[in-house]
């Protein structure tokens, strides 16, 4: 009777430690929000699904400041002098990843984010929510979600018009990508000249851009941008990119943004939906959205889908990119319905 009593207690233990290692592998699975300071910011959120992770800020932003494999490297870049900074009115660019409203000018655009925002925090998602500016009554929300079951990332941005007056503006979502790698453009497939008359590729360029510049490599599929530390000029680029993705290839990690080309809208910077911008310090992949009349208390949204694949070597030619990028891309763009 007593072994018997001992047998099925035993027995409900198993039962037991089973079950408890089943939710904690299920919860391992999950994707998790922690709080966290980084660098300087007592009040961080870490978010990971066990295989990527991100860090926002809370003490300023909106602003995600770091996306990577869990204890690998930040794809983001970082300025050692601004991490851990608030307040002042001085714009400070941080690094990670931000939301402005194009088109860009002085001081419209340059609203310093030096501030603590509202967070938000759900099960696998977090809101940064920004007081509405202070020069242009715009106000700045970026939603995050993570996906628990592969390296996906959505982000939805989104401007809300706080004036009593209508203002037209475009979502911009800017990515300042760390040093030395490599941003790739898809270009529309080659058609002949007897198939195709009209033009295709719209490339606007800006007054510092210079096309001879070796970092830039105009090929027949793509278009490429090389992160150099040891070039000082600035360069840029923007395009009408109908493709739907963007990437960054860098230490073996490739990063790849998925966003909606809406045909017939008008994009700002003479149609661009799609820019790169570069220094010596990053290399900035940034889309955007159409241009819009946005009435007192209307919000607009623009929305990015973010992957993160490990393990891909890249070459700057359009063969090398075909074989390591495209792959994965057109992978993302499956996962956001987008092909």
Partial sequence: ??????????????VLLALGAAMAEQGAKG???VKTEYKGWPNCHRMTNGQIELIATQDIGPRIIRLGFVGGDNVFAEYPDHVGQTGGDEWRIYGGHRLWHAPEAKPRTYWPDNLPIE??????ALTLVQPAEGTTGIQKTIEITMRADRNQVVVVHRLRNDNLWPVE??????SVMTQQGLAVIPQPAEVSHEEALLPARPIVQWTYTDMSDPRWR?????ITLQQDPTATKPQKIGVGNRENWIAYAVNGDLFVKTFQYRDGATYPDFGCSTEVFTNADMLEVETLGPMT???PGETVEHVENWFLFKGVVVSNDDEAIDAAVLPKALEALKATDLR
């Fill in 31 to 33: 994707v998790r929000i």
């Fill in 119 to 124: 967070v938000q925090e759900g099960s696998n």
């Fill in 169 to 174: 503006l475009a979502p911009w979502a800017l």
């Fill in 1 to 14: 009777m007593r072994g018997t009593w001992w047998a099925a207690t035993a027995g409900v233990a198993l």
């Fill in 218 to 222: 105009w090929g027949t599929k793509y």
């Fill in 293 to 295: 009349a946005l009435a």
